[in-house]
């Protein structure tokens, strides 16, 4: 197991377990296998898949707003989620920005100029 399958491996648990103790029901009527679950998380920050992260990631948003006592773990969740490499791309959190921007982030480059950029071909 490479280190990126491992730290992924254990993202995935921690994501699994934090959805099961945050809403034990819900996680009960929502996952079948939690192996299975885990396997489906661990794929899916290894290759980089947005579209199954990101509800993820809304859902430890809405637990650290709707929640004071589970605020911290989903807050500390999201940070180690959004800054996951898939090894190939970007972190997660700069893959959002590239779907919600259409702005391909370029390393070396700043913030300022991307916002820049993205004005010239957005104005408002």
Known sequence: ?????????????????????LDPYGYMDTVNDPEDHIRTL?????TGDITAIRPVREYLREAAE?????????????DRLDRFPDGKRASVLDRL???????????????????F?????NPR
């Open 42 to 46: 661990k794929e899916s920050l290894m």
């Open 66 to 78: 709707e929640s004071d006592e589970y605020r911290g773990r989903a807050e500390e969740l999201m």
């Open 117 to 121: 950029e993205q004005e010239q071909f």
């Open 97 to 115: 920005a590239e779907l919600r921007t259409g702005i391909v982030p370029v390393p070396g480059r700043g913030k300022e100029e991307m916002a």
């Open 1 to 21: 197991m490479t280190d990126m399958e491992r730290q992924a491996e254990e993202l995935a648990r921690a994501l699994d377990a934090f959805a099961n103790e």
